[in-house]
């Protein structure tokens, strides 16, 4: 039965998590978008107390509520919330039994830590089977030698706290995608080591590493998925096609963080135009419309069809529906959607728009991010062609 | 709780119009578009899957199902895939039965609906629209005013379907100012219907224009009597039924130049497999999927019965972009074989064009 309800737990989530965000995030949010490379101890500590309050652990609606309403509240400071996230995903989609309790249960203990997800390289972005780092067994153990860019919460993962990474590292590779594998490498483990934090557009408060590996030694239990490298039939890209479908559970996660963003902005407008005492006329034809009302509902509406594409994606993950279409849709949706509507609404406020007085300029450099992270618009458009085609990455590359 | 999924009913009811539409409605749109006539088999069997009267109550002779706007955004969308022209006549006296179900008097609903329960296709309209370029639904040119116990209706209307044919015409009006609408019975005094309009596309939907020239009607025909319509309302509800049939029309231009973009190839491979088409229709998948979630979401909020202008006006406006961009879309992938009439992409965006204009000729 096709429903719009939001459940009580839901409502209950998104009440939660708004009033975390105008509470511990909007107050912060220009500090930490000026000091970059600096932590937000305090929240952290206090999301931390919280945990569990805060919904953001699991990949049902009430998280991906949960989740817009924090990043409504501020993006970088989101991600700073301590937890498995990425890493944590991988290890929930292809880790065994044993390495989901070996992994993640540190996440609800003792100290606040987070997980990471180390794939890009210098050389490979969204062509991930491109990648260098290479995995050697080595009796009892993987030997790990590569270098990972772009690690989001890599330092705090990996310095800060007793977190975990999952690196992609090939395991031959004559074999292509089939031989990519992932790996859980621990903080502490010698070898590895954050050397770089990059200087960013937006979402400052949160940390991108460069992580080293140097002969980083790794039991041999902490590979996620089979250590085959299977070349003759179809499986032959299955642990390429593990990483893949992390993507389908997270990429719609990722939209909701965008959406917060889109919302950010767009309440900004539509509060500024309020107090100015002037009034969006949803009903009027639209050459009646003045070209400020017909840019605010063009926002709303793009705003609201990628809520609802990003919603469906969740949704079926939830009902164990295959939604690689689906969260790729969502995602390349909503990347695009919140960059336009944050640009669009920095042009109609004006110097409200431009001035660091205001949040707003922050949420446009914050938002962009959206349309770049776990799969750029046009990897994500990439997967929808091909899957309403019904053509391979051979057919249509 | 949040779904995405029609009922087990809903289901069986799509899958029934998608072959209706497939087996029948697809088979004669080109000809019908051409000579602007529709078969009457296509009209009748329509009927007899009784989308208009399905949800009258038994009282009205009805078989006493339970109207839902979600439902009759899924019928509508099935229906404009196979043809907008043809959906819209089949739905036509929804116009009339609808705002008659929901805010008709008791008599309004014992003298009216009864005569859509049986076996014969029944034509009704309704007329909003008006000959001007910045016509605008809520201030309406066309007055309505009490003279005695009668209403003497002036000015002029278009877009009015069926107009000629339609045994009832629901007629709106403003009165001192506040929109309303009067019922008028075919051969009312003062009522002149005009030809056939010529429009670029829905070609074989016979619509009309009028003249009311003091149009007089007995007081009693005021749509909800003493109280008066909800105006909004309606027009939330046509909002959501034009969206649904954007996304149907658009549906059938993705599909289309999906297929055409698989087989025709040209330096060795087939067009789709070049990003710059690939990219199209994935853009295309996209906007008519959103399209039809903001579609179905105002549509529940219809069925909730709580005020959907927000809603609706913004699928409307995204709605109609939507068809155009996919629809146009559609042509520029056939390329040269897009312009020809012998596919049928250049007949969609013909009507898909239609959208940004159509107000009031359809409701859910």
């Given at each position: ?13 998104v009440?939660?998590?708004h009033?975390a965000?105008e ?7 220009r ?28 990949l049902?609606l ?9 990043c ?7 991600l ?14 292809s ?37 260098t ?5 080595d ?6 030698n ?6 989001t919460q ?5 310095e ?9 590292a ?30 960013k ?12 590996f ?12 089979s250590p ?7 499986t032959?890209?299955?642990?390429f096609?593990?990483?893949?479908a ?9 939209a ?15 509060e ?14 639209r ?16 705003y609201?069809a ?7 994606a ?7 529906q295959p ?6 849709m ?7 959607a ?7 609404a ?16 922050k949420?446009?450099?914050d938002?962009?991010?959206?349309d ?5 618009g ?20 | ?11 069986m ?16 749109y ?8 529709i078969p ?5 069997t ?18 006493g ?9 899924l ?9 907008l ?33 049986r076996e014969?296709?029944?034509?009704a ?6 000959p001007?370029?910045?016509f605008?639904?809520?201030?309406l ?15 002029e ?9 339609a ?7 403003a009165?001192n ?19 056939p309009e ?6 074989a939907?016979?619509?009309?224009e ?12 005021r ?13 939330n ?14 549906r ?18 087939p067009?789709?497999?070049?990003q ?16 039809r979630l ?25 709605a ?39 107000d ?5």
């Open positions: 039965m096709i429903d719009f309800e939001l459940t009580p737990e839901e409502e209950a989530a009440k939660v998590a009033k965000a509470e511990l995030f909007r107050p912060i949010s500090y930490y978008d000026e000091h970059e490379h600096e932590s937000p101890q305090e929240l952290i500590d206090t999301l931390w107390e919280k945990r569990g309050e805060v919904g953001m652990l699991g049902n009430a998280a991906a509520l949960g989740i817009e309403e924090l409504w509240g501020d993006a970088g400071l989101m700073c919330n301590p937890g498995p996230s990425l890493g944590g995903a991988a290890v929930w989609a880790g065994t039994p044993e390495q989901r309790t070996r992994f993640l249960k540190r996440f609800t203990e003792d100290k606040p830590k987070w997980g990471a997800m180390a794939m890009t390289e210098a050389g490979c972005g969204s062509d991930t089977s491109a990648i780092t290479t995995a050697v067994r009796g009892d153990e993987w030997v790990l590569g270098e990972k860019i772009f690690v890599g330092k705090r993962a990996l800060d706290s007793d977190g975990i990474v999952v690196v992609w090939t395991v031959d590779k004559s074999a292509g995608r089939a031989g990519m594998k992932s790996f859980v490498v621990e903080a502490g483990t010698p070898g590895m080591r954050v050397e770089k934090l990059e200087k557009l937006g979402i400052r408060a949160s940390d991108t590493a460069t992580v080293i140097e002969d980083c030694r790794i039991p041999y239990e902490n590979i996620l998925g085959e490298v299977r070349t003759l039939d179809k032959k890209t299955a642990g096609q593990k990483a893949m992390t993507f389908d559970a997270t990429r719609p996660i990722v909701a963080q965008a959406l917060g963003v889109g919302r950010a902005a767009l309440d900004f407008v539509k500024t135009l309020e107090r100015e005492g002037i009034e969006i006329r949803y009903g009027l034809p050459n009646k419309l003045s070209a400020l009302e017909r840019d605010v509902m063009d926002m709303e509406a793009h609201k990628a809520k609802l594409l990003t919603l469906r969740i949704w079926m993950l939830n009902q164990g939604n690689n279409l689906e969260a790729s969502a995602k390349a949706k909503t990347g695009l919140v960059t336009r509507i944050t640009q669009k920095v042009e109609l406020m004006g110097p409200l728009g431009y001035s660091r007085k205001y949040l707003l300029e949420w446009m450099r938002a962009k991010i959206n770049i992270f776990e799969g750029t046009q990897i994500n458009m990439l997967v929808v062609a091909r899957r309403v085609l019904g053509y391979s990455r051979d057919q249509l590359k | 709780m949040i779904s995405f999924s029609p009922s087990e009913e809903q289901q009811i799509v899958n029934v119009v998608k072959q209706f539409a497939t087996d029948e409605m697809r088979k004669v080109r000809e019908a578009d051409e000579s602007g006539e009457a088999r296509i009209i009748d329509a009927w007899q899957l009784g989308f208009v009267y399905s949800g009258i109550p038994e009282e009205h002779g009805g078989p199902g339970e109207h839902s706007a979600i439902t009759s955004s019928i509508a969308e099935e229906l404009a895939w196979g043809d022209s043809m959906a819209m006549h089949i739905l036509c006296p929804t116009l009339v039965v609808f705002p008659v179900l929901e805010m008709g008097t008791e008599e309004q609903k014992r003298e009216y609906l009864p005569a859509f329960c014969k296709y029944k034509a309209t309704a007329a909003l629209m008006e001007r370029f910045n605008n639904p809520h201030s040119s066309t007055t309505a005013r009490l003279n005695g116990s009668d209403y003497l209706l002036s000015g209307k278009c877009y009015v379907p069926l107009a000629a044919n045994d009832l015409l629901l007629v709106y009006a009165e100012g506040s929109n309303q609408g009067f019922i008028l019975e075919k051969g009312a005094s003062g009522l002149e219907i005009g030809e010529k429009n670029m596309g829905i070609k939907l016979a619509t009309y009028l003249a009311l020239k003091d149009c007089r009607i007995p007081r009693e025909n749509l909800g009597g003493e109280k008066g319509c909800a105006f909004n309302r309606i027009m509800c046509s909002r959501v039924a034009l969206s649904a049939m954007a996304v149907g029309v658009a059938a231009a993705f599909e289309y130049s999906r297929d055409y973009a698989k087989e025709r190839v040209a330096f060795g491979e067009i789709a497999a070049r710059a088409i690939a990219f199209m229709l994935a853009e295309m998948a996209i906007e008519v999927d959103a399209a903001m579609t179905w979401e105002a549509a529940w909020k219809l069925d909730q019965k709580e005020d959907t202008t927000k809603e609706a006006s913004l699928v409307k406006m995204y109609d972009d939507m068809a155009v961009t996919v629809t146009d879309r559609a042509v520029q992938i056939l390329g040269g074989h897009g312009y020809i009439r012998e596919h049928p992409v250049e007949l969609w965006l013909r009507n898909g064009r239609g959208f940004a204009t159509f009031g000729m359809a409701i859910v």
